[in-house]
T-cell receptor, first 109, second 115 residues
Framework: RKEVEQDPGPFNVPEGATVAFNCTYS??????FFWYRQDCRKEPKLLMS???SGNEDGRFTAQLNRASQYISLLIRDSKLSDSATYLC??????????FGTGTRLKVLA | ETGVTQTPRHLVMGMTNKKSLKCEQH?????MYWYKQSAKKPLELMFV???????ENNSVPSRFSPECPNSSHLFLHLHTLQPEDSALYLC??????????????FGQGTRLTVV
């Protein structure tokens, strides 16, 4: 089983749509969780950390389900500029940031 | 800009060449990382330095040799690479290793092509 698994997509959605991605992780000892965004041929950039109680940043909502070992990212009112690859990242409270392969999102006009 | 700078941005090298990748962070962080990103694969951790000491060498071939002269600078020395080493090499830094909710900040990467 992969340490961090994501559906690679692509998810093709119209502007204004709501889209959700899930990510599962295998190590129950994982402590920190993040969503990064990576544009084509660019470096990953932190989108948001994921907290146990769930957190929201504008149109983006992240949730953590420790019992089922998954995290989710919800994007409301999708914009063309949201088109990117979204990377799920898990940290076991060590130096190891474990990355998923990413989920590609295409927002269509 | 993220505060992590990598040079060069692009590099083409022959299999017999020796080159170095440079990373500099201006964030006052104590930990620095080298990652490799190949097409269709997740980022692979290569090396980790904490306070200039290597804490991880993730089964990386010896043709990749890291150097961390101080907490702000990290190098990756390359020699006798193979075409399959062509990838995006990303440097990252974080405040410390092992800190809860401590995110990593990435440089823009060096796109390496081995011919």
């Amino acid at each position: 089983r992969k340490e961090v698994e994501q559906d690679p997509g692509p998810f093709n959605v119209p502007e204004g749509a709501t889209v959700a991605f899930n990510c599962t992780y295998s190590n129950s000892a994982s402590q920190s969780f993040f969503w990064y965004r990576q544009d084509c041929r660019k470096e990953p950039k932190l989108l948001m950390s994921v907290y146990s109680s769930g957190n929201e940043d504008g149109r983006f909502t992240a949730q953590l389900n420790r019992a089922s070992q998954y995290i989710s990212l919800l994007i409301r009112d999708s914009k063309l500029s949201d088109s990117a690859t979204y990377l799920c990242v898990v940290n076991e409270r060590t130096y190891k940031y474990i990355f998923g392969t990413g989920t590609r999102l295409k927002v269509l006009a | 800009e993220t505060g992590v700078t990598q040079t060069p941005r692009h590099l083409v090298m022959g299999m017999t060449n020796k080159k170095s990748l440079k990373c500099e962070q201006h964030l006052g962080h104590n930990a620095m990382y080298w990652y490799k990103q190949s097409a269709k694969k997740p980022l692979e951790l290569m090396f980790v330095y904490s306070l200039e000491e290597r804490v991880e060498n993730n089964s990386v071939p010896s043709r990749f040799s890291p150097e961390c002269p101080n907490s702000s600078h990290l190098f990756l020395h390359l020699h006798t690479l193979q075409p399959e080493d062509s990838a995006l090499y990303l440097c990252a830094s974080s405040q410390d290793i092992g800190g809860r909710d401590t995110e990593a900040f990435f440089g823009q990467g060096t796109r390496l092509t081995v011919v």
